[in-house]
């Protein structure tokens, strides 16, 4: 069998790069290790920047975002029961919208449900062939046969554990990596959010963050050992540690209530470099791990997306290849700037086992200057709205 583009991974990035190209006449063909409802389950991400709104709207599927997504135009940054506003607005005009990446992920199913273009589920043994010559194939298990697809070009966006970077010889690719001491427990509860803005609490007991999904729905997360399992915070614990970490008339007006999802992510910071090799192209959690603090690691997957879809659009337009030859150097040109973001959120509002009193005095001025100067406050809005692609 052939096709154009064989994408590989129906997480967002696989999805949204499926789409864009699907409604420009270009053919793909894309693969999923799990079940649709497996997928449909995870949740992860909440936090979009105006950047994958627009994106999303260009690929024909912000229709249900706009109805429901919830616009943010500043978060409160809490620290030793006190805090103080960043206001996106005042600061750069603009704004993030609150939209979870579950629904986002359904409205690029059902859209490519819509175009009858081929997605296989539950696909085993993904193997790329050929990837650095003319005709690359991909071969895989599915409904108990093996299956074959030749194409032009292999997008890999599976993700972290997926096999597409893992297909790229070890000496044609640099890995860099800083494994950080701690995890984040998250919550989903059917209460009504805290409050109207999302909350970063910096504690000494650890990070908390209070977010949400919508106006009946919340998402919280609080800081945890690495090791900790999460049979080892039974509701109760968990509403209790968030309650004691985050400013007190928060704490007194949180509804608790019971989880419908808890789990445990560790954080890590990642970057495999380049993200082309040949015809294969990485993107998304596929070829780089933010940790969480900041949202950015489902944007950053939709920013690699954007450059991706340009430079195979500009290809099957007019056999031009310079967009395919810029696309690593432009996508990591951005993700370090995010790998740089989401690292200093993740210093500035974490406690850390090794931290000394000289570091704690660090994380205390930084937080002081912040919250006095316009000048740091935008730099914070700015890389939080997202670096503009
Ligand atoms: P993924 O969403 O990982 O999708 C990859 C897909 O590829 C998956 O569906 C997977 O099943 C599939 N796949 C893997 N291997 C194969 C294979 N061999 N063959 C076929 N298919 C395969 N970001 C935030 O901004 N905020 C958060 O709160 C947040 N929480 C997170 C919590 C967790 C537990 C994780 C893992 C990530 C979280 N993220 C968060 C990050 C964000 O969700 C990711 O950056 C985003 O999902 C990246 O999208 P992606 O499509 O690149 O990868
Ligand atoms: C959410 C996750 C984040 O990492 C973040 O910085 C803000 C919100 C969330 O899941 O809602």
Known sequence: MRTQVVIIGGGPAG????????????????L??????????????????AGLVDLLHQAGVGERMQRNGLRHEEIYLAHSNRGFRIDFRQLCDSAVMVYGQTELTLDLYQARDAMNATMLHQVDQVEIHGADTDKPRVSFIHDGREQNFECDFIAGCDGFHGVSRNSVP?????????????GWLGVLSRTPPVSDELIYASHARGFALCSMRSPGLSRYYIQVALEDSVQQWPDEA????????????????????????KSIAPLRSFVAEPMRWGRLFLCGDAAHIVPPTGAKGLNLAASDVYY?????????????????????AMALSRVWKAERFSWSMTNLLHRFPEQSQFDLRMQQAQLDYLESSRAAQTALAENYLGLPY
Do not use: C, M
């Open 15 to 30: 999805l949204l790069l499926g789409q864009l190209l699907q409604r420009q006449g270009i053919d793909t063909v894309l």
């Open 32 to 49: 999923e290790r799990h079940s649709r409802e497996y997928v449909l389950a995870r949740i992860r991400a909440g936090v979009l920047e």
């Open 238 to 261: 968990f509403w209790r540690e968030l309650k004691r970490r985050i400013p007190h008339d928060a704490a007194e007006s949180i509804v608790s209530g019971d989880s419908i999802e």
């Open 308 to 328: 991706l879809w340009r430079a195979l659009s500009q290809y099957y337009e007019d056999g031009d290849e310079q967009d395919i030859d810029n696309y690593s």
């Open 170 to 182: 070890a000496d044609q690719r640099t890995l860099f990596e800083r494994v950080y001491p701690l």
